[in-house]
């Protein structure tokens, strides 16, 4: 059956060939004899003698292009608990490291003669890189000129790492070196020492996402730090090296917030502060009673987020002032008639700005959060800065960069450390939920002092005349019997008496450093304090000329008993292991991907980076599946990235496919299991696939009555993949799914019958862009449009299955499904074109009813004659949708643009480097736009995947030069970030070297699916 290539795409392959008898030779002869000439540059200047790329030889630097977090692979990862690594080998003032988000920083240091190596700055050779996969890196470095370090790190499972280091004296002499494998900046609990290490507790709350959906979450977690040999001796320490380290926050998620306060911090030019830019303060208190702060260092309840770094919004729980009872009791209420004004302070001490903010309060309290967006001035009253905290045998000592002559007034932040025998029994038994690792938080800061200067002296001494002292009389502190952690903050006093702007804050408590210890190795303390921010082993090893020796750390971070007993086992197996065996696997994997020359090095390491996030995001079957599925990111891992699958994320499947076939087809039988049935469910359910499924959550978010969907692509995603492996049996297992799923669509998302479709259930999150867009923000919510980008999706669904049926032998079910794409993408060619700015955008709904609840009499964009709406693009004003968005380019991906229309969209708008043509890709709206924000989240940024929809699209309607420059254009900024991060991000800059908000995140890896298909076609 011949169909219009352009209504029933058949996913072509897209090596030249099979382009210019597709019909497209006429733009690709044009550019075809720079081609060749280019792959002949490329064969005469391949990286290796054979012209491929050797990924078991990297010499990767810190400035190459390279993702460095490392997970446990898919046979041996589990969901509960689940721990990754990041090697950070490229921070000159860092620790050479491997850090986790949930289980602190890993690392080592080398002390010979007093000549220490900590930083990465301290090293005679930084790290160099040869071999990296998901869960494996190899590396070469020196400490000391003339001694070579190999190193290699595993993750066995996700619950057990092991660290090799491997010594060798290229020295003329026998040289002594103290090796120290550290655990750092985390709550230790409790650690117990012994022969070969440590053994402790730490606990790690659930955010607000995990607990509201009930996911299975290892909040206490018993860790084991070992080495073979066996160290010298251990300690705890406070941090690394020096620094202040953060005390533990105690997250209530059960507990209700009490009027939390958030909002944004901008600038009088309207720019927003990053968390990314400077460090920023912000707190309240009660107008009338300036004693007590709550800060951004207080707990808000039922979330663990840092607001601030994480989302970029102060957060202040104000109900949290309600807690001294000197302010507001039931029996007296409010003490005078001011008390209900909250006072909120923010400041950027960097850049000298403050905002200053009042709020009266209801009684009783509003349970709900209030926003409020703060504009920061320059003023004459300017915070503290760089305060920072050292701790002698008389006390703490505070100094800030300051007014010298200024007020600053002094709060603190106490928690108990040494607990009582019956606090100790209760925070074993969970009974006081205000025990956090035998530490008692205090939600809010309490004034202390008032001085004028830059500096601060806190006394710890005991005030026991030495009288009393030798009759037993003790009152005060005892720092023989007492430990209190500190948090500190400096507040400038302002022109009105009240606190103004302030500083960060800085912690300290009187424990060694690991810098301490290490200078004076005679003095290596046992743990004094039941807390502490570090532990840490100390072996000594003595090499003859041209020696070598192995040491091997081991680090487990374990959820029960069982495992952790376990994981002893698998520790005295792995001792006798080589590690890079076990690499093998991904070695060979690897090298069955599409063999495609890719011009540079940077794109060659973006490639296998790509991969191996891929794969590390696959877990094997647990709870409710019966097959492999993937979650958004391993390391870091949050609760929303960590519940299961959705189909638009899905889309990195086209990548993983070349990698492990087997496994990405796995992942789309997930869905198909997931599907409602009509036995259980009514006809509007029925064949409705969960908007997330994962092994412990099946998420639907009913919404007025209407289950949310993802994103329709799932027919499209599993025709691709069987034309990538041939896969009969899984296409017929796979198409009654997927026709279910479609007539799915077609039953529920065209309320008004007009052959066009929208957005429903929870319509901004269904829309998959699911905040910040220009017209979810400024114009109208997505479920009252008829929604271009689903309109192209569900097109492209209809034609995708008819392929599939096709394929199957099943001629009628082809022509029907056939015929409803065909239909859909003519009306989206003619209502949603617009003739005048050459766009698509979306349309008004029929009779949609606005706030007032009232039908706007609105016929649609066809008349009962078929006729077209002239105001099919206004909402509120005439042309109010006519705003550039990048799903405007979809319909050139779903082959629903005639050809005239695609030459205005490629050369009037894409390629327009005013609106979409940026340096690093096309962004999610256009550069023209009065709402562009190139890290704006969907009103600016680049979306890796659907750059990669745009890509297709060129490529399906001959573009090839156009859809190769912009996969250059993506893959060099990506790249950019990647060399500078060794990670990468959700979404990226369009415009500079940056990539945004959440990171690991599986879908940045179909960038190699996009290389591979404008560099040598993939089938």
């Known amino acids: 059956m011949k169909r219009d290539r352009r209504l029933i795409p058949s996913i072509p392959n897209v090596q030249t060939v099979r382009l210019m008898l597709a019909g497209h030779g006429r733009k690709l002869l044009a550019g075809f004899l720079p081609l060749l000439l280019l792959v002949c540059v490329l064969l005469t200047n391949a ?27 898919l046979p041996r990862a589990r969901f509960v608990p689940d721990q990754g690594y990041h090697f950070r080998y490229y921070r000159d003032e860092l620790p050479v490291a491997f850090t986790s988000a949930q289980d602190g920083e890993w690392g080592v240091v080398f002390d010979r003669n007093g000549d220490r190596v900590l930083n990465l700055a301290d090293w005679a050779e930084a790290p160099v890189v040869q071999e990296s996969w998901p869960d494996y890196v190899r590396y070469t470095a020196k400490p000391y000129a003339d001694l070579a370090l190999d190193g290699r790190f595993f993750v066995y499972n996700s619950s057990l790492a092991v660290w090799e280091l491997t010594l060798t004296n290229e020295s003329a002499s026998e040289q002594t070196i103290t090796v120290a494998p550290y655990l750092g900046n985390e709550l230790l609990l409790l650690p117990e020492s012994d022969a070969s290490g440590w053994s402790f507790r730490h606990e790690h709350p659930a955010d607000g996402w995990t607990v509201a959906k009930k996911i299975p979450h290892a909040f206490e977690r018993r860790n084991r730090f070992t080495m073979l040999p066996v160290p010298d001796t251990s300690a705890v320490f406070s941090s690394v090296d020096g620094a202040s380290s953060e005390l533990p926050e105690w997250v209530k998620p059960d507990e209700a917030q009490v009027l939390p306060v958030y909002g944004r911090l901008q600038r009088e030019d309207g ?35 840092d607001w601030w770094k994480q989302r970029g919004y102060f957060a ?120 956090l690792a035998g530490a008692r938080d205090i939600p809010y800061f309490r004034y202390h002092n008032q001085v004028q200067g830059t500096s601060y002296n806190y006394d710890l001494s005991p005030r026991v005349p030495v009288e009393e002292r030798e009759a037993g009389v003790s009152y005060g502190f005892n720092p023989d019997e007492d430990i209190f952690l500190r948090r500190f ?72 008993l069982f495992e952790f007993e376990r994981n002893q086992w698998l520790i005295d197996d792995l001792a006798h292991r080589e590690l890079g065996d076990f690499a093998n696997a991904h070695r060979e994997r690897f090298a069955s991907v599409p063999e495609v020359t890719l011009p540079s090095r940077q794109q060659q390491l973006l490639q296998l980076s790509s991969y191996n996030l891929l794969r590390q995001s696959m877990l094997p079957p647990e709870g409710r599946l019966t097959h492999n599925y993937y979650v958004f990111s391993r390391e870091p891992m949050w609760g929303w990235g960590h519940g ?38 009514s006809m509007t359910e029925w064949a409705y696939i969960p908007y997330r499924v994962g092994p412990y959550l099946e998420e639907t978010i009913e919404t007025n009555g209407d289950m949310t969907q993802s994103g329709p692509f799932y027919s499209w995603i599993t025709h691709e993949l069987y034309q990538m492996t041939g896969d009969r049996d899984f296409l017929a297992k796979m198409a009654p799914s997927c026709e279910r799923f479609v007539r799915y669509w077609k039953r529920n998302r065209d309320t008004d019958s007009d052959g066009l479709y929208e957005w429903g259930g929870q319509a901004v999150l269904e829309s998959l862009r699911d905040a910040s867009v220009v017209i979810w923000d400024d114009v109208a919510p997505p479920d009252s449009l008829e929604a271009l980008g689903l309109n192209c999706m569900l097109a492209n669904e209809f034609n995708s299955l008819a392929a599939m049926q096709d394929s199957l032998g099943n001629g009628d079910a082809a022509t029907w499904l056939g015929k409803r794409g065909a239909e859909l993408a003519y009306s989206v060619q003619r209502a949603m074109w617009d003739e005048e700015t050459g766009f698509f955008y979306h349309n008004v709904k029929r009779g949609w009813a606005g706030e007032d609840g009232n039908p706007n009499g609105y016929t649609g964009p066809f008349d009962n004659a078929g006729n077209l709406n002239p105001d099919r693009f206004s909402f509120n004003e005439p042309g109010d949708l006519k705003r550039k968005e990048i799903i405007g380019f979809l319909p050139l991906w779903a082959g629903i643009a005639t050809e005239e229309q695609a030459e205005r ?101 179909i960038v190699t699916r996009m290389m591979e298909d404008v560099y040598g076609g993939t089938e």
């Not at 990314?276 to 987020?305: G, I, K, M, N």
């Not at 990669?948 to 399906?956: A, D």
């Not at 993506?970 to 060399?979: D, I, N, Y």
């Not at 945004?996 to 995140?1001: R, V």
């Open 316 to 435: 202040l729980e104000t109900g949290g002032l309600e807690w001294s009872s000197r302010v507001y009791s039931a029996e007296t209420g409010w003490r005078d008639l001011d008390s209900n004004t909250v006072r909120i302070v923010a400041s950027v001490p960097s850049e000298k700005l403050s905002a200053r903010w009042e709020m009266t309060r209801a009684v009783p309290l509003n349970p709900d959060a209030e926003r409020h967006d703060l504009t920061l001035t320059r003023g004459k009253i300017t915070a503290a800065r760089n305060l920072r905290a050292t701790i002698d045998s008389f006390g703490v000592h505070l100094e800030w960069d300051g007014d010298p002559k200024q007020i600053y007034r002094i709060y603190m932040n106490p928690l108990k450390c040494r607990l009582k025998a019956q606090e100790k029994s209760m925070r074993d038994n969970y009974r006081d939920e205000f025990l």
């Open 905 to 1005: 969209l490629v050369r009037e708008h894409l390629t327009n480097p005013d609106e979409f043509w940026r340096e690093y890709g096309v962004p999610s709206l256009s550069a023209d736009d009065p709402y562009y924000k190139p890290q704006g989240y969907w009103n600016g940024p680049v979306w890796v995947q659907w750059n990669y929809l745009i890509v297709r699209g060129l490529l399906r309607y001959g573009y090839v030069d156009e859809a190769r420059e912009l996969a250059e254009r993506v893959s060099a900024g990506m790249s950019e970030v990647l060399a500078e991060t060794h990670t990468m991000w959700e979404f990226y800059s369009p415009d500079e070297a940056w990539g945004g908000w959440h990171q690991t995140y599986i879908w940045a890896g």
């Open 644 to 681: 299961g699958q959705v189909f638009h994320e899905s889309l990195a499947m086209l990548a993983y496919g070349h990698l492990d076939p087997r496994s990405a087809l796995a992942s789309m039988k997930v869905f198909a299991e997931a599907q409602h049935a009509p036995e259980t469910d």
């Open 271 to 305: 720019s927003r502060i990053e968390p990314s830019e400077s460090r920023v303060q912000a707190y309240a208190f009660l107008t009338h009673d300036p004693r007590f702060l709550v800060s951004l260092a207080s707990p808000v309840h039922a979330s663990s987020w």
């Open 489 to 560: 903050m400096v507040v400038s006093t302002s022109e009105d008496k009240y606190p103004g702007p302030a500083s960060e804050t800085v912690s300290c408590w009187p424990m060694p450093t690991l810098t301490d210890m290490l200078a004076d190795s005679a003095e290596f303390r046992e743990p004094d304090a039941l807390m502490s921010n570090g532990a840490a082993m100390f072996k000594s090893v003595t090499l003859a000329p041209g020696e070598s020796k192995r040491i091997r750390v081991f680090r487990q971070t374990a959820a029960d």
């Open 47 to 73: 990286t290796l003698a054979d012209g491929r790329f050797n990924p078991t030889a990297l010499n990767a630097g810190a400035d190459d292009p390279l993702f460095t977090t490392y997970a446990a692979d």
